[in-house]
């Protein structure tokens, strides 16, 4: 069938319109073949078939079922693995609530398709994220030979993003990984940590072969032969005092004495002394650039080792201090004692990923720097940041925006990484976040979200070409961006709706966002 044909088809079949582009779609990325006749593009309904059967085309059916026919599954960027939407530093630390690099490249590289009909950045371009994250704009950016400035109320967040895109002596960060490396296995090998975790290592796998053997457990599980939980409980207690004549015969203190700070509730005190160990060993490194990689490194790694089930990563909802019955892994787990396996695999991650993004670089600058983006003053900021990047900024001004600025009453940016800030000293300025979690979703929460993303928009016009193109990401689920666009003195010109396919959170319901693309409201070019 031709792509008009088979849309006809498709529309007939699945009782809803598919578009020609859709169709398309299908074809550039691989879900149906295409075939050639007397140069025209045609395809095989057998192979539609096959795919509106499939898992992906059933979860498009039933996404577009449940958030409506106006999402655009072109940006579902379905057809990428999670490494290419972690590529090279987009993964050298964790951070919730960014978005894909995928999505940045699409809406600010050169190409047009039938849904992004002009192009709106080129490179030579300045564009702006005045909610930085974990800097994903700032490195597509660089990538695509654009100059981008990013402003993050998080000293947190600008050590990430500014990590990301500087210029590293990749040879330098790896002579003090080495040491760093060698002085923490001595200090582990001193305080018994290793033996005493290798011999922990031995009993479990001796203890789980008898008490949780696999396959059998899981099928048992499944069959109801066992009560999952209890069972789990009972087996946990019953080798609690094998643990405990462990830590007596090696002489491990668990728990820390003050546990009143983040770092003294959620680490246990041989992981405690590590920390602060490596810590120590950063600070004495002179390079500037050099030290805050190996904050990066430190902090990825800290928060890898905090005293929690591997079910509750995510939420910390109880340290845990001793062997317990891990349902993720159907097994007796243990907690950490050493920070040093997981070091030792996010430096050499760090470091290839550097490596990566080397290669792709592009000679353009770009900065993040900590501000409230609703009153600073980027110019007068980007002079004792970058002032060759303040001079560009002079002569041709900021072409655009590309953010995604908070949701109401979703995430505390600062609480996500509190270990870092007690840590590294850095000063938390959790009453200047826009919507944190704490607020919550009420009205005067919504009212206080709106009135800051405006105030934002406000002061960033004031360094913004006349020409400007804003893209803000948002699940606009109060419709607040109406407002907030005519607030700002600005119009929605469009918008662009993705479904989210590859979210972190457990809960997997088909879920949706708005690209809102804005321009002045009067003299729209």
């Given at each position: 069938m031709t792509i008009i044909d088979a849309s006809k088809w498709a529309s007939d079949y699945l009782k809803k319109k598919v578009t020609p582009s859709n169709i398309s779609y299908l074809i550039t990325y691989g879900r149906i073949h295409k075939y050639t006749e007397n140069g025209v593009t045609k395809v095989s309904r057998k192979d539609l078939l096959e795919y509106y059967q499939s898992f992906l085309g059933q979860r498009e059916i039933s996404w577009r079922s449940q958030l409506g026919e106006d999402i655009n599954w072109h940006l579902s960027f379905d057809h990428l693995k999670e490494a290419e939407t972690t590529k090279h530093v987009h993964r050298l630390?964790?951070?919730?609530?960014?978005?894909?690099?995928?999505?940045?490249?699409?809406?600010?590289?050169?190409?047009?398709?039938e849904f992004k009909q002009s192009v709106y950045f080129r490179p030579g371009d300045v564009i702006l994220d005045p909610f930085c994250g974990s800097g994903t704009t700032l490195v597509q950016a660089c990538e695509l030979g654009i100059?981008?400035?990013?402003?993050?109320?998080?000293?947190?967040?600008?050590?990430?993003?500014?990590?990301k895109i500087e210029k590293h002596h990749l040879v330098e960060v790896q002579r003090e990984i080495l040491r760093i490396t060698r002085g923490l296995k001595s200090f582990a090998e001193s305080h018994r940590v290793r033996e005493f975790e290798q011999a922990l290592l031995e009993k479990l796998n001796e203890f789980n072969d008898e008490f949780f053997p696999s396959p059998d457990f899981k099928r048992k599980v499944r069959q109801r032969v066992l009560d999952e939980e209890a069972y789990g409980e009972e087996q946990e207690k019953r080798f609690l005092p094998v643990y405990q004549e462990l830590v007596n015969a090696y002489g491990i203190a668990i728990e820390q004495q003050n546990q009143d700070s983040f770092l003294g509730k959620w680490f246990l005190q041989p992981v405690r002394r590590e920390i602060d160990l490596v810590n120590t060993m950063i600070n004495q490194v002179e390079d500037r650039a050099t030290r805050r990689v190996l904050q990066v490194i430190l902090s990825r790694t800290v928060r890898?080792?905090?005293?929690?089930?591997?079910?509750?990563?995510?939420?910390l909802v109880k340290p845990v201090t001793k062997p317990y019955y891990c349902s993720k892994h159907g097994k007796v787990c243990k907690p950490l004692f050493s920070i040093l396996s997981w070091w030792e695999r996010y430096s050499k991650d760090t470091l290839e990923r550097l490596l990566q993004f080397d290669k792709l670089r592009t000679n353009t600058h770009q900065r993040c720097i900590t501000g409230d983006s609703r009153e600073i003053d980027i110019l007068d900021a980007l002079q004792r940041e970058n002032l060759e990047l303040s001079e560009i900024v002079k002569r041709q001004k900021i072409k655009g925006i590309f953010s995604s600025p908070p949701y109401v009453g979703l995430i505390d940016y600062h609480e996500q990484h509190a270990y870092a800030y007690e840590l590294f000293g850095f000063l938390r300025q959790d009453e200047l976040e826009i919507g944190p979690l704490y607020r919550g979703q009420g009205r005067e929460a919504r009212e206080s979200y709106v009135q800051g993303i405006v105030d934002v928009l406000k002061n960033c016009k004031k360094f913004l070409s006349n020409d400007y193109h804003v893209f803000l990401v948002a699940n606009d689920k109060y419709n607040l961006y109406p407002a907030i666009a005519e607030r700002a003195g600005m119009q929605i010109i469009n918008q662009f709706k993705r479904p989210v396919l590859n979210r972190t959170e457990r809960d997997k319901s088909a879920y949706a966002e708005t690209i809102f693309h804005l321009r002045e409201k009067h003299g729209l070019v």
């Open positions: 630390h964790p951070y919730k609530g960014k978005f894909i690099p995928q999505l940045v490249e699409y809406f600010i590289d050169g190409h047009v398709d100059h981008a400035i990013g402003i993050d109320i998080s000293e947190f967040n600008t050590l990430i993003s500014n990590v890898s080792c905090r005293a929690t089930t591997h079910a509750d990563l995510g939420t």
